[in-house]
Each structure stands twice: as structure tokens, then as C-alpha cells.
């Protein structure tokens, strides 16, 4: 004679339903979030999109492709180049309006650790606002420079390392491949 299978308790049913429920709910109002922001951007662009081979290319000779995750794309020259080697890092969030606005503010103004604030300035034609800031040098090593900008709801800041500390070389750099991605950038 077999035993019949054991029939699950009530409790556990409705624990079941119960997550079943919240789980539900969590996706609908992520749904309704996501309609519900203001401004251009309702998804998320294509990341290593924002910035032309040719720009790459010219930029990090040796970099191929480039390497895609949830908010960022990153470009750089094979790890046997070095430990000082060349790359372009692009993250992008979006947010709402004011969030975004919020955002950029306390990046120029609080600044994240390990940035020159003597040498951050503005720079007019590439999105709402934007500001380019350096990384100091290791002497002889390698310099990098950032252009963090804002279009209505998103934020981008895109770095340029380079291999060696010219200073007019990477803050030209940075420059152009973040007046391509303001440009490219579509909502």
C-alpha cells in the first residue's frame, strides 16, 4: 500500500500566493516608475553606441570593440600593454529631471575622491551642463580626464586614460569623445 503524497498546509499555500502577490506588485510599480519620469529619455541607450570606432580608434589604437554591461561601456588596450594603459570609460544613469540636475551638482560641486579640484572647469556645447576634471598624474605614468555631462534626465560622464601624463592630449581626447556621445546620444 502507498502513502498518498502529503498535501501542502494552508500556511504555506498562502505564503506561496503572498509572494506571488508582492513579487507582481514590485514589477508593476517598477512598470509605472519607469513611465512615469520626466524627460527625453524613457530606456536606456545603447552604451558603446555613444562613441565612434573611428574616435576609439584614434583614441586607444590598440582597443578592440567594446565592453558593454548595464550602465557603462568600456574600451581599453590590452591588459599586456601595462599597468598604465590606455582606455575610454563611458556610464551613463538615468534618472528624472531633477534627479539628474541634483546629481551633476553634487558631483561638481562635492567631487569624488581622487579628482583635481583646482583644475575642474565648464564646458559649454555638450548637453544641458557639463564640467571636465582630471585625475593627478603618477609622475611619468599615465594621466586621465573626465567630462561629466547632463542631457534632461541623463547622465554621462566619460573618462580617457591615457599611458603617459600629456595633459592637452587627453583633455583634447575626453573633449571630442564627449561632444560625439552628447551628440549621439538619441532618446
Known sequence: MTTPAPQ?????????IALIVMVLAAFGAWRWWDRAQEGEFRADPHFCGLV??????RLVP????GREDVSSCTWAAPREKGKYRA?????????NVELARKDLREDRTGGELGWERSTQEDLLGIGDEAFLRFQPPEP?????????FRRSNMVVSLSYARADDNRQAVRAGVVDAAREAAALLKP
Not at 565612434?52 to 580608434?57: D, G, L, M, Q, S
Not at 582606455?87 to 534618472?95: C, G, I, P, Q
Open 8 to 16: 501542502p498546509s494552508r500556511g504555506a499555500l498562502i505564503a506561496a
Open 62 to 65: 590598440t582597443a578592440y570593440g
Open 87 to 95: 582606455s575610454v570609460h563611458l556610464f551613463a544613469s538615468r534618472l
Open 52 to 57: 565612434t570606432p573611428e574616435t576609439i580608434h
Open 140 to 148: 611619468g605614468k599615465h594621466i586621465t580626464a573626465q567630462v561629466v
